[in-house]
């Protein structure tokens, strides 16, 4: 079964109401809870509500999560600062339900005006992690239509992403920013153009180990930095003084340095060091590092060893931070990454997980990628597995049986 977006719709929508799963799981300001810090991805949704908006829906229900309330209401996580803004991009009223089973969500379906609703913190009912299929039933029974274009959540097999598409039988679609993650994505799961180099950085190798065994088989290059390169420089012998490393990462390191891909891992040379987290940096010109310092940054000759590999590549990967780059005299290697990506323009270049992402905006070279994922875990997860929840089942249905 092929599975369908919403651009083979356009008379079908007319007069229709949709319901529309979107990830608006934007942060907000600490001190002021009603302003939102980054848009991105309420932007990202804006072309699929204004495609389905254009095309005559009668209602368009929008719903999403944000936060973590565990299952209660909690003010704290409203998502009226994400109506607010919608209001502003769109140009038409948004009308936020009290919650997702408001009774007076019906009588809204009825009236002419206010023509988009967004549903209350879908989190705010514990039944919606739990992929309640009542739940989901009773999101589902007010549309005609489904669309998913929250990439962000299609690993998890919760009721709003997942059990809803139980009763949507070929009337589930995929919505733009979907629709381009996959697509994005296929691209390094399916036929890599070579030469292929992953970038995989990050805390722990414990979090990476499937990707990693999954992208040595493919790659020509897999470069490691971050606090995950210092368990890969341990299972090599080398000293790493007080650096972030598990016993367990080393083993897992060993595991894959034992590999027939082991001549593909690139590792630091050389590193930007402190004797406390975030302290003093000080430059450690070889890859030894003394007892008493930890590493919180590649050095030079690292980042020049790391361009080198990057040199002529076809097809990137990038997950993961090179250090500490939140901090700014441990950014440069994360920065040089961005940056050499950035210049590689006959290269498809594709930023994945949270850490990067953020790395990416603060440089101000996103829009210099070819693409940037906005879902963190579903990202690695798409690459781990070739596919995920909500997306199979969006394209095969759900059978509750």
């Avoid at 001190?31 to 095309?55: F, G, H, P, V």
């Avoid at 994400?82 to 007076?104: F, I, M, N, P, Q």
């Avoid at 005299?329 to 323009?345: C, P, V």
Wanted: charged share 25%; with cysteine.
């Amino acid at each position: 079964m092929a599975l369908h977006f919403i651009d083979e719709l356009t008379e079908e929508l007319k007069d229709k109401v949709v319901i529309a799963r979107f990830d608006f799981n934007v942060p907000l300001d600490k001190s002021d809870r009603t302003k939102i810090t980054d848009t991105t991805r309420i932007d990202m949704a804006l072309e699929t509500i204004q495609y389905l908006l254009e095309n005559g829906v009668k209602k368009l229900i929008l719903m999403s999560h944000l936060g973590r309330p565990k299952g209660k209401v909690n003010e704290e996580f409203t998502l009226e600062p994400v109506a607010t803004y919608l209001a502003e991009k769109l140009r038409e009223d948004v009308v936020l339900t009290e919650s997702c089973l408001d009774r007076g969500i019906r009588t809204l379906l009825n009236l002419n005006e206010s023509k988009v609703i967004l549903l209350q913190n879908l989190r705010f009912h514990p039944e919606e992690e739990a992929g309640s299929s009542e739940f989901a039933k009773a999101l589902a029974s007010y549309a005609d239509i489904y669309v998913n274009d929250a990439f962000g959540v299609a690993h998890r097999k919760h009721a709003s992403a997942y059990t809803i598409n139980a009763y949507f039988k070929n009337k589930a679609y995929g919505g733009f920013l979907l629709k381009k993650e996959i697509q994005a994505l296929s691209k390094i799961v399916e036929s890599p153009k070579s030469p292929f180099v992953a970038i995989v950085g990050g805390a722990k190798v414990s979090d990476k180990i499937k990707i990693i065994e999954r992208l040595i088989i493919n790659v020509d290059h897999l470069i490691i930095g971050g606090a995950m390169a210092y368990p890969f420089l341990v299972a090599r012998g080398h000293e790493v003084g007080n650096s972030l490393c598990s016993q367990s990462d080393v083993a897992l390191a060993k595991r894959i340095l034992m590999g027939s891909g082991k001549n593909k891992v690139v590792l630091p040379v050389d590193h930007v060091v402190s004797s406390e987290f975030g302290g003093k940096p000080e430059a450690c010109d070889n890859v030894e590092i003394d007892g008493d310092k930890m590493g919180l940054d590649i050095g030079p000759k690292t980042i020049a060893l790391y361009t080198e590999k990057l040199a002529g590549a076809a097809t990137v990967l990038w997950n993961g931070p090179m250090g500490l780059f939140e901090n700014e005299d441990y950014a440069a290697g994360t920065m040089a990454i961005a940056k050499t990506l950035s210049e590689m323009e006959s290269a498809f270049t594709l930023v994945g997980g949270g850490d990067s992402v953020s790395a990416v905006r603060k440089s101000g070279l996103f829009d210099k990628m070819s693409h940037v994922s906005t879902g963190g875990g579903a990202s690695l997860e798409f690459i781990e597995e070739g596919s995920l929840p909500g997306i199979q089942a969006l394209k095969f249905g759900v059978d509750l049986n």
